[in-house]
Nanobody
Framework: QVQLVESGGGLVQAGGSLRLSCAAS????????IAWFRQAPGKERAYIAS????????DYADSVRGRFTISRDSAKNTVHLQMNTLKPEDTAVYYC????????????????WGQGTQVTVSS
């Protein structure tokens, strides 16, 4: 089993930055991709970005490309999401998730999830 724990959420003003972290433990050798999703109240869980655990290949949703950067620290089994130029519409609970295959934009394809971390962007 793989366990994921997110951290780094909080309250920030529009235009500000936050860095989220996703620490993986357990059978991390089985992980192929880790992704970030977010869910705002009343909305479906939406894909943000993903990274290939071994090769570092990244992918982004159009809504965050150019503002968010996903990266990994293999030595610490941690994936980071650097979020810049934040907007009020970025307000949501942010989740990291892992799967044993290459990345997918569908939350249904991920088998392990963290507990989520709240990000609130004030206008």
């Amino acid at each position: 089993q793989v366990q994921l724990v997110e951290s780094g959420g909080g309250l920030v003003q529009a235009g500000g930055s936050l860095r989220l972290s996703c620490a993986a433990s357990g059978r991390t050798f089985s992980v192929h991709a880790i992704a970030w999703f977010r869910q705002a109240p009343g909305k479906e869980r939406a894909y943000i970005a993903s990274i290939n655990w071994a090769g570092g290949i990244t992918d982004y949703a159009d809504s965050v490309r150019g503002r968010f950067t996903i990266s990994r620290d293999s030595a610490k089994n941690t994936v980071h999401l650097q979020m810049n130029t934040l907007k009020p519409e970025d307000t949501a609970v942010y989740y990291c998730a892992s799967r044993k295959f290459t990345y997918s934009h569908s939350h249904a394809d991920y088998d392990t999830w963290g507990q989520g971390t709240q990000v609130t962007v004030s206008s």
